[in-house]
């Protein structure tokens, strides 16, 4: 495919300094203005299209993506005829949709980090031009360029470092939010709840990697999982396994998620998409923390960990080279700094941009605020085949169901992780 290399001037464009394009010799940039807002050039190569152009964003972000389109479209007078048309398609639609028929799938569109080797694999993915890979690594979350990330090479755009899960309290109700025997106790006392999803394998790494337990999948550049790391079969694992089956007999622990069905809660282990909510229920007592640590089956402390996620942006190999650059350019100003500023200014997603995570609307805010200091002790939530999700949804069910229980049997845990740990392997081929 012959790749068009552009060195795009958008005046007054909220913009990294990248190249646009992929392939090809380097566009001509100067180092002024601030690294990871402005975009600045010594030469204006103008973008010309004047075709369609399809970009997928969830449905609530959809007015915002017209509107900042609109400005980037305003900026480039090539592109005064072109049509950008921008549909409501979620992060968790996008990528089966894309993978299902490629050719009439989006040319730009949002996706959770947990697709991107899908993606890859299915041939739906650009490679981002090294040039703007390296401004990129600059000027975000070291996670979020990994979520973007098979192998070596990078795919994706960073937009946000917000899908991780963190811990919301009645303040009234939990006097230490740093320890989850406490608050427990506390939520005991006042006839609530603590709500933890054990049954989902997204939350339930929050005990296992606060243990120490490791569980990540390699890939080649294909997108094809090659080796599962895993060593949940250990002492470690068990007490982890432990002291999850202890919190579902404490009387005072709710299997759940979902701050919008939560009943008789004093905490709730969610994330930001359940602000609003979460502020409705606790309102002048609503309070927000990094997980808590937990006492393991080994009679240790741990630190509860877990995943953390991202969304990125996702541009679709063109043929059409003048399109291409267009798809580069538009990705790239959707994901700097200052648009990922207006972004959590309008929907509340939290910036991977360094620089806009310094901005006093994001550090005022309490939900932003835990998420970003959970994050410090997550790890980043690599490629996972689909399997995997489900396996870890009967591992989590057995304690629901009361056939993992606190008097379980150290040897029968251990057998049980022993299964999972090889079923888990044999994802990996």
Do not use: H
């Not at 790749?3 to 913009?15: E, I, P, Q, W």
């Not at 005064?80 to 799938?105: H, L, R």
């Not at 905490?267 to 006492?295: E, H």
């Not at 291409?324 to 700094?337: E, H, I, P, R």
């Amino acid at each position: 495919m012959n790749k068009k290399v552009v060195s795009v001037l958008m005046a007054g464009a909220l913009c990294s300094t990248m190249l646009v394009g992929c392939g090809g010799k380097k566009a001509a940039t100067n180092n002024s203005g601030n690294a990871g807002n402005k975009a600045a050039t010594t030469k204006k190569t103008e973008l010309k299209y004047d075709g369609e152009i399809k970009v997928w964003v969830a449905d609530n972000a959809v007015d915002f993506t017209k509107d900042e389109i609109q400005k980037f479209q305003d900026k480039n007078s090539g592109l005064k005829n072109a049509k950008f048309t921008v549909e409501p398609v979620g992060e968790g639609d996008a990528a089966s949709n894309m993978i299902t028929d490629v050719e009439a799938g989006a040319d730009v569109f949002t996706f959770a980090q947990d697709q991107t080797a899908r993606l890859v694999s299915a041939g739906a993915l650009e490679e981002v031009e090294a040039g703007n890979a390296a401004q990129l690594k600059k000027d975000n979350d070291e996670g979020a360029v990994k979520a973007g990330t098979v192998g070596k090479k990078m795919y994706a755009y960073p937009i946000t470092a917000d899908n991780t899960y963190f811990m919301y309290y009645d303040k009234s109700v939990v006097t230490d939010p740093t320890d989850l025997d406490k608050i427990l106790a506390d939520c005991k006392a006042a006839n609530k709840k603590f709500y933890f999803a054990v049954d989902n394998g997204w939350y339930q790494t929050a005990f296992f990697f606060g243990a120490g337990c490791k569980l990540t999948y390699d890939t080649d550049d294909k997108g094809n999982f090659t080796k599962c790391n895993i060593d949940y079969a250990s002492d470690k694992g068990v007490a982890a396994l432990k002291a999850m089956a202890t919190m579902a007999g404490s009387g005072a622990w709710a299997n759940g998620a979902d701050a919008s069905k939560a009943t008789d809660v004093a905490a709730i282990v969610d994330g930001t998409w359940d602000s609003a909510t979460v502020k409705q229920l606790f309102g002048d007592n609503y309070a927000c923390a990094k997980l808590p640590q937990f006492t393991g089956g080994d009679g240790k402390k741990y630190q509860m960990s877990g995943f953390s996620g991202y969304k990125l942006l996702g541009v679709k190999p063109q043929e059409d080279a003048d399109k291409l650059a267009v798809c580069d350019a538009l990705a790239a100003y959707l994901s700097s700094g200052d648009v990922q500023l207006d972004r959590f200014k309008a929907l509340g997603w939290g910036p991977s941009n360094l620089e806009a995570r310094k901005d006093d609307a994001v550090t005022k805010d309490a939900a932003m605020m835990a998420v970003f200091e959970q994050m410090k002790l997550d790890q980043t939530q690599g490629q996972y085949p689909g399997d995997y999700w489900s396996t870890a949804e009967g591992l989590g069910g057995d304690i629901v169901q009361g056939n993992i229980t606190a008097s379980t049997s150290d040897d029968d845990l251990m057998k049980t992780l022993q299964t999972f740990q090889d079923t888990c392997k044999s994802y990996a081929k």
